[in-house]
């Protein structure tokens, strides 16, 4: 084994699939970071979870009442 540095292999771009860029990576330009933190903001990459957001108030309705008549 020869003690050299081998370069990353390029990984595609996740978003059009070009060769990354290094200046944007891992995107290959500007308009794909671009595209990926409109994504992140729109939350199109949320987790879904079952927990409530912490800023809504919690629920005073009781399991089991049923006040709907």
Same mark, same amino acid.
């Given at each position: 084994m020869d003690d $050299? /540095?081998? /370069? =990353?292999? $390029? *990984?595609?771009?996740?978003?059009? &699939? =070009?060769?990354? $860029?290094m200046r944007y990576r891992p995107f290959c330009s500007q308009r794909c970071a671009t595209v990926d933190?409109? *994504?992140?903001?729109? &939350?199109?990459? *949320?987790?879904?979870?079952?927990? =409530?957001p912490e800023d809504t108030p919690p629920d005073t309705r009781a399991e089991g009442d049923d006040d709907e008549r």
């Open positions: $050299v /540095p081998r /370069p =990353k292999p $390029v *990984r595609p771009c996740p978003i059009c &699939g =070009k060769p990354a $860029v933190l409109g *994504r992140w903001f729109g &939350g199109s990459y *949320r987790v879904p979870t079952d927990e =409530k």
